[in-house]
Nanobody
Framework: QRHLVESGGGLVQAVGSLILSCAASPIIFSINAMGWFRHAPGKQRELVATITSRGRTKYADSMKGRFTISRDTAKNTVYLHVNSLKPEDTDVYYC?????????WGQGTQVTVYS
């Protein structure tokens, strides 16, 4: 059973914007914190942002300004809005859920930014 399903990745031109979505199982979404990470081959996994079940957000210092995490309670979905995309944003982006309902990862969605 897949508890987290990401979508929205693809090939995007630099300077453009992108919205990634992560649909979660209702119980997980209502209890756990949700977050986005990114991980490229040969690199360490990198935190992008997290959001609690009450909507409190936290960003990695390097991600502040261009990344916005949000959640839609009616759709059990977490979003990651990315603006002013750069080629170095090219990565596989993973949705994560962590808390008393357990820890889960999505399958990842590839984002490729070209200049």
């Amino acid at each position: 059973q897949r508890h987290l399903v990401e979508s929205g990745g693809g090939l995007v031109q630099a300077v453009g914007s992108l919205i990634l979505s992560c649909a979660a199982s209702p119980i997980i979404f209502s209890i756990n914190a949700m977050g986005w990470f990114r991980h490229a081959p040969g690199k360490q996994r990198e935190l992008v942002a997290t959001i609690t079940s009450r909507g409190r957000t936290k960003y990695a210092d390097s991600m502040k300004g261009r990344f916005t995490i949000s959640r839609d309670t009616a759709k059990n979905t977490v979003y990651l809005h990315v603006n002013s995309l750069k080629p170095e944003d090219t990565d596989v982006y993973y949705c994560n859920s962590d808390g008393i309902a357990g820890s889960y990862w999505g399958q990842g969605t590839q984002v490729t930014v070209y200049s």
